[in-house]
């Protein structure tokens, strides 16, 4: 199923929601544990987030720190495969510029082609923690818009190696990334809005936005998308505040406000607990508000767990 036919033909507001891969180590029982609770709500289709490699510190006995690369969240393909055959369910991998050279980005793209996995979202990837700016792999993408234009290639059957005779055109539908409150790193909104329609024009079919917590960034946003020739569907990202110390972190990581009448209320909650029934009852809110503008689906960050998803779809679906 392309999500982008979804998204446009639609005439009510459609579920949908992402996951990361666990931890290396860890289980696909815990992905499991987070879908199971909310298929009730038929989502048009599950995101499955990429990720680069890290750079850790190792403490030698002399005190010296070595720094290790390590990838900890591997599994983005393994999951995708495992999730759309077991639940029958589209889903959509992100695939990333950051850590990867084009060729290790074609090689993914074969595997969910193979896998019959048609739909992706193309995002360039963070800075990483210790970097003061994003630097692509050499032979890597720079910018999601560079991604957008691989996949594109790979639709006319153009693939890296230039010399290869009778290939395959994949078939991919491609989502991106846009930012209602900006993105970090970009000087204005219009800066934003220009490099926007550059993916759009190189491909993309849809946005789903980061995260915000006033609708209202939301509409301008849509606004001024429509006002510089965007028209492809942005659908809403929505995460709900689920501990008390989401109120620095999510503004810090995010580029993002939160509203103070929010901010106070989670201020007010004695545990983690409280802000949880906060945070699902903020989103409440906020989702009935964009289901009243009859935006064309709700994509909601689970991070891991899905019990205040859960509780959210069954008040606003
Ligand atoms: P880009 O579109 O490349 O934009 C990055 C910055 O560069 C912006 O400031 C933009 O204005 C500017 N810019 C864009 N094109 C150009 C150009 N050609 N020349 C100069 N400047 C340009 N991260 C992950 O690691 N894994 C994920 O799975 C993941 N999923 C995400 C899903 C969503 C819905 C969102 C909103 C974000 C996700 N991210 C993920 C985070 C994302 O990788 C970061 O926000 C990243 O910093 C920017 O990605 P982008 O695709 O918007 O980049």
Not at 79 to 102: D, E, L, M, N
Not at 167 to 186: C, D, L, N, W
Not at 194 to 205: I, N, S
């Amino acid at each position: 199923m392309n999500i982008a036919d979804l998204l446009n033909e639609t005439k009510k507001t459609l579920f949908s929601f992402e996951l990361l891969p666990p931890l290396k180590g860890g289980n696909i029982k815990t992905i499991y544990a987070t879908v199971d609770p909310i298929m009730e709500f038929s989502p048009i289709n599950i995101n499955v987030t990429y990720h680069r490699e890290e750079v850790i510190y190792k403490k030698h006995p002399n005190g010296l720190l070595e720094p290790r690369k390590v990838r900890k969240r591997p599994g983005t393909v393994a999951i995708s495969a495992a999730i759309k055959y077991k639940y029958k369910v589209s889903v959509v991998p992100h695939i990333i510029c950051g850590g990867f050279t084009k060729e290790e980005t074609e090689n993914a793209l074969i595997d969910f082609h193979f896998l019959g996995i048609h739909n992706l979202l193309a995002v360039r990837g963070d800075t990483p923690k210790n970097e003061k700016e994003f630097i692509p792999e050499p032979d890597g993408n720079a910018n999601a818009v560079d991604l957008v234009r691989q996949i594109m290639d790979m639709n006319r059957g153009k693939y890296s190696d230039e010399e290869l005779l009778h290939t395959t055109p994949t078939k991919f539908s491609i989502g991106v990334a846009g930012y209602p409150e900006k993105h970090i790193e970009s000087p204005n909104l219009e800066s934003d809005l220009y490099f926007l329609k550059q993916k759009v024009d190189a491909g993309a079919e849809y946005i789903v936005t980061q995260m915000f917590f006033d609708n209202k960034k939301y509409f301008d946003f849509v606004k001024s998308c429509r006002n510089y020739g965007i028209e492809v569907p942005i659908v809403p990202g929505l995460k709900p505040v689920s501990i008390k110390s989401h109120i620095n972190l999510l503004p810090k990581t995010f580029n993002i406000d939160l509203p103070q009448v929010l901010a106070m209320e989670i201020r007010k909650c004695k545990d983690n607990k409280e802000a949880r029934q906060v945070g699902v009852e903020w989103a409440i809110k906020q989702s009935k508000e964009l289901i009243a503008a009859n935006v064309p689906a709700l994509h909601f960050y689970t991070m891991g767990s899905s019990d205040n998803i859960r509780n959210i779809a069954k008040a606003v679906f």
